[in-house]
């Protein structure tokens, strides 16, 4: 390889840079392939174009697997900064003035989006008839990456069930879940009578748990449980607890078809009870963002008296 040189960046080079993070993100040229929608020896092609015009090696491929090299380690972080500004740029452009456009990115955590209490629907079906030139790019995904994508800069607003509040994020409360203790109609507790079921047997039965560092209130009733198996997303930990092997915290109003249909029961309500909110969180910034700006005041159209009743 020449001596590493590089002089203006051109929108072939921003490619060439948008295919070397797909190959990283996806851990191999085959998975960037199908992710990208183009062939395998496009994605060789791009990337040895771009190894020639850095002057170095950015990764090694064979039968041992696909790895970054030192020089591809840095260079895939510079990448990510480079297309996160340019992002930041585009939005910031697109959203100056009255009417914005360009994308405005958000994710939910799962369930939220058609759970009637979030007001989904309403809050985008008004946003739209304000801002009908803005994209909207919508995913779910788990808290914590929200959490980090939100302060990163990689997303716009989110909607998560509240653990914790971090520096640098606002918070918009939406509602609060009263979560419970529930088990199939295998398990043995399904055909006891609360006051057969102890303390000591709650603690021993095997738990699904969300996987996440808890509050104060959600702490206290997890530290002397049996973690036997961890699932952030409601549909799985359903799944696993409708097996009767386990038991899991549910919110009440996920767990009410279940419980309707017989498949699962809440138990000792009285010994095993916390209270989770629902927010809305975004990054305190001085950017302006005339996209971000509207949706979240249509939030709080739909939300203007929440915050007396955030649990938190």
Same mark, same amino acid.
């Given at each position: #390889?020449?001596?590493?040189?590089?002089?203006?960046? @051109?929108?072939?080079?921003?490619?060439?840079?948008?295919?070397?993070?797909?190959?990283?993100?996806?851990?191999?040229?085959?998975? +960037?392939?199908?992710?990208?929608?183009? @062939?395998?020896?496009?994605?060789?092609?791009?990337?040895?174009? =771009?190894?020639?015009? =850095?002057?170095?090696?950015?990764?090694?491929?064979?039968?041992?697997?696909?790895?970054?090299?030192?020089?591809?380690?840095?260079?895939?972080?510079?990448?990510?900064?480079?297309?996160?500004?340019?992002?930041?740029?585009?939005?910031?452009?697109?959203?100056?003035?009255?009417?914005?456009?360009?994308?405005?990115?958000? +994710?939910?955590?799962?369930?939220?989006?058609?759970?009637?209490?979030?007001?989904?629907?309403?809050?985008?079906?008004?946003?739209?008839?304000?801002?009908?030139?803005?994209?909207?790019?919508?995913?779910?995904?788990? #808290?914590?990456?929200?959490?980090?994508?939100?302060?990163?800069?990689?997303?716009?607003?989110?909607?998560?069930?509240?653990?914790?509040?971090?520096?640098?994020?606002?918070?918009? $409360?939406? /509602?609060?879940?009263?979560?419970?203790?529930?088990?199939?109609?295998? $398990?043995?507790?399904?055909?006891?009578?609360?006051? $057969?079921?102890?303390?000591?047997? =709650?603690?021993?039965?095997?738990?699904?748990?969300?996987?996440?560092?808890? $509050?104060?209130?959600?702490?206290?009733?997890?530290?002397?449980?049996?973690?036997?198996?961890?699932?952030?997303?409601?549909?799985?930990?359903?799944?696993?607890?409708?097996?009767?092997? /386990?038991?899991?915290?549910?919110?009440?109003?996920? +767990?009410?078809?279940?419980?309707?249909?017989?498949?699962?029961?809440?138990? +000792?309500?009285?010994?095993?009870?916390?209270?989770?909110?629902?927010?809305?969180?975004?990054?305190?910034?001085?950017?302006?963002?005339?996209?971000?700006?509207?949706?979240?005041?249509?939030?709080?159209?739909?939300?203007?008296?929440?915050?007396?009743?955030?649990?938190?």
């Amino acid at each position: #390889m020449k001596k590493p040189s590089l002089g203006q960046i @051109s929108d072939y080079e921003i490619k060439q840079l948008k295919v070397f993070k797909a190959v990283v993100d996806c851990g191999g040229f085959s998975a +960037a392939a199908a992710e990208l929608n183009i @062939s395998r020896p496009t994605v060789s092609n791009h990337i040895a174009s =771009l190894e020639s015009r =850095l002057g170095m090696t950015l990764c090694k491929r064979g039968r041992s697997g696909f790895t970054l090299t030192e020089e591809g380690g840095v260079v895939y972080e510079q990448t990510n900064l480079l297309l996160n500004q340019l992002d930041q740029f585009r939005s910031t452009i697109n959203n100056l003035g009255d009417s914005p456009n360009g994308v405005l990115r958000i +994710a939910l955590s799962d369930t939220f989006s058609t759970d009637k209490r979030s007001k989904f629907p309403e809050i985008v079906k008004t946003f739209c008839k304000v801002a009908p030139n803005v994209i909207l790019k919508t995913e779910v995904d788990h #808290m914590r990456d929200m959490e980090r994508q939100i302060l990163n800069d990689e997303l716009d607003v989110a909607f998560i069930p509240y653990h914790r509040k971090l520096d640098g994020l606002n918070y918009i $409360h939406l /509602f609060s879940d009263e979560n419970y203790l529930y088990c199939a109609a295998g $398990h043995p507790f399904y055909g006891m009578d609360d006051q $057969h079921i102890s303390q000591e047997m =709650l603690n021993r039965a095997r738990l699904i748990h969300a996987g996440l560092q808890p $509050h104060e209130e959600v702490y206290q009733n997890l530290s002397e449980m049996n973690l036997a198996g961890s699932s952030y997303h409601y549909e799985s930990r359903i799944a696993l607890t409708l097996s009767g092997e /386990f038991v899991c915290f549910l919110p009440e109003e996920v +767990a009410r078809p279940y419980v309707q249909s017989g498949q699962l029961k809440a138990i +000792a309500k009285d010994k095993k009870h916390f209270t989770l909110g629902a927010a809305v969180i975004y990054k305190r910034s001085h950017k302006p963002n005339r996209a971000k700006k509207l949706f979240l005041g249509t939030i709080q159209q739909f939300f203007d008296d929440t915050g007396h009743q955030a649990p938190y």
